[in-house]
């Protein structure tokens, strides 16, 4: 399985990575791309089967390259990795398409909880 | 009756204080369960004030929302390199650069403001980390600061607001024709 992990930030794309190795998820292709429009071209170019994407991302943010993913006519499994969880967030995720919205700071246990199950 | 300009000005319902919306217990909760989560399971932050070295780094995002103003971390910079490889783990390399560091505590400030965001009446806007030198307390009423401890170095997270703006000069009088035109 190849998971794209998308961050503006590589100390938190290597933290990401790091709590998905904890969780058990060590045995995967990891993709990183650095902004929300480097995520959608990877998107097209790698075909990763799981996109964990940050929301507040210059050039482009997370939820702009959700929209585009789908207007494009994708339907790759999207979950957001984010420093904000607020109710509104989280229903703007879910109705853009998003399986769900994981808030910083998280822990290998908040990892398993919404990715087992997306994770095969 | 005429109403003074001032009373005029004034609005119905002045902007909250960050003292009263939040307090300083909650700032140390927030950043606590940031620390564990990205620094690691076993740092702690020690609520004893210590005081800053005189060379410092800050990193902090802006709130803009019904309350308005910025969330900030400071520290000196051995601390922050620090704090970069605890972050970066085996990832770290052997010479860490200006970016990791700014990276680093840019994403520390991200998840701490992101909270802080989160506890404020809403709604409100996140803006992306920044990082050097801390913007100015505007009024020091509206400041929510606490000073910790992290290995034994001095760390400080200060939530502080935006209004109301410093004075500044204005333009018209200080350069009538800034683009050398003339009448």
Not at chain 2, 140 to 161: F, H, K, N, T, Y
């Amino acid at each position: 399985m190849k998971i794209l992990v998308a961050d503006d930030s590589r100390v938190m794309r290597q933290i990401v990575i790091r709590t998905l190795r904890q969780a058990g998820y060590d045995d995967h292709e990891i993709v990183e791309a650095e902004d929300g429009r480097d995520a959608y071209d990877k998107v097209q170019s790698e075909h990763p089967d799981l996109v964990l994407s940050d929301w507040n991302m210059p050039n482009m943010t997370g939820i702009e390259c959700l929209q585009a993913l789908r207007s494009s006519g994708s339907g790759v499994p999207f979950g957001f990795v984010t420093s904000e969880g607020s109710a509104e967030m989280r229903d703007r995720a879910s109705a853009a398409g998003a399986l769900f919205l994981i808030a910083k700071p998280f822990n290998e246990e908040t990892f398993k909880d919404a990715l087992d199950g997306v994770i095969a | 009756m005429t109403l003074a300009p001032e009373s005029v000005a004034r609005p119905a319902h002045p902007r909250q204080v960050i003292t009263a919306l939040m307090d300083e217990a909650t700032v140390e909760a927030i950043a606590n369960e940031a620390w564990t989560a990205l620094v690691g399971e076993d740092e702690l932050l020690v609520p004893v004030p210590g005081d800053l070295p005189a060379d410092t780094v800050s990193a902090w995002v802006d709130v803009v929302g019904p309350w308005t103003g910025s969330v900030v971390l400071t520290t000196g910079r051995q601390t922050a390199a620090d704090l970069t490889r605890a972050l970066l783990g085996e990832a770290a390399p052997e010479l860490l650069d200006h970016e990791d560091v700014a990276d680093a505590i840019g994403e520390i400030a991200n998840v701490v403001g992101g909270n802080v965001k989160a506890a404020l009446p809403g709604p409100s806007t996140l803006g992306l980390p920044v990082v050097g030198e801390a913007p100015v307390v505007r009024n020091p009423e509206d400041v929510c600061r606490i000073d910790v401890l992290w290995r034994g170095q001095p760390l400080a997270v200060s939530v502080q607001g935006a209004l109301p703006p410093l004075p500044t000069p204005s333009p018209v009088h200080d350069n009538p024709h800034p683009n050398g035109a003339s009448l």
